[in-house]
């Protein structure tokens, strides 16, 4: 069992800047994945990004270029600094954790999910 932490949510202008920290504890194998979900209000949940133990990275169409998800192995923590905040990124933000290794993991749900953090870009 995996345990997530998160931390970082808030509110900022269309523009602005957030970073979101996951620290993960537990049962956690050398080979897996963390990551970051959505849930904006009124639509399903959608993946942001996700990165792998080994550092590949993978991000949704409506966040590349102004997002970047980073990690640290040894804290067994995932970053998500995001840049050019739009409104339309307004959303929980939930911290996943794959504790296994997937050839995509895209195609995978994760085995553990964050509390949910809210970001809100508004003015």
């Known amino acids: 069992q995996v345990q997530l932490v998160e931390s970082g949510g808030g509110l900022v202008q269309p523009g602005g800047s957030l970073r979101l920290s996951c620290a993960a504890s537990g049962s956690i194998s050398s080979a897996n994945a963390q990551g970051w979900y959505r849930q904006a209000p009124g639509k399903q949940r959608e993946r942001v990004a996700f990165i792998t133990s080994r550092g590949v990275t993978n991000y949704a169409d409506s966040v590349k270029g102004r997002f970047t998800i980073s990690r640290d192995n040894a804290k067994n923590t995932v970053y998500l600094q995001m840049n050019s905040l739009k409104a339309e990124d307004t959303a929980v933000y939930y911290c996943?954790?794959?504790?296994?290794?997937?050839?995509?993991?895209?195609?995978?749900?994760?085995?553990?999910w964050g509390q949910g953090t809210p970001v809100t870009a508004s003015s």
């Open positions: 996943t954790f794959w504790d296994s290794y997937y050839y995509n993991y895209a195609l995978v749900r994760p085995g553990s």
